[in-house]
């Protein structure tokens, strides 16, 4: 079982920067693929960036180039850095944890509970 805790959303104009902060706690081990996903009001959830075991990362073509996922395991955490922000950003973000690395994500089985990003113009 992993617990995962977000943090860091916030409200910030078009062009902006965010971090985002997810700190895992039970099972800790490093055998866990890290995920962030997204949701808009109306929208289905979808993958933004993902993290594997062997340092390879994975991102959507709309967060290409201004997002970066990284990981600290010594701290048990990871981050989203999200840069050159777009109105169209706003979504409530959630951290993920499984064993496998898919996309979808309804594969993933261990969630944080959320947090919010709001880009305006």
């Known amino acids: 079982q992993v617990q995962l805790v977000e943090s860091g959303g916030g409200s910030v104009q078009a062009g902006g920067s965010l971090t985002l902060s997810c700190v895992a706690s039970g099972d800790t081990s490093s055998s866990y693929c890290m995920g962030w996903f997204r949701q808009a009001p109306g929208k289905e959830p979808e993958g933004v960036a993902t993290l594997d075991t062997e340092g390879r990362t994975s991102y959507a073509t709309s967060v290409r180039g201004r997002f970066a996922i990284s990981k600290d395991n010594a701290k048990n955490t990871q981050n989203l850095q999200m840069n050159s922000l777009k109105p169209e950003d706003t979504a409530m973000y959630y951290c993920?944890?499984?064993?496998?690395?898919?996309?979808?994500?309804?594969?993933?089985?261990?969630w944080g509970q959320g947090t919010q990003v709001t880009v305006s113009y």
């Open positions: 993920a944890a499984d064993r496998a690395c898919a996309w979808a994500p309804k594969l993933w089985n261990y």
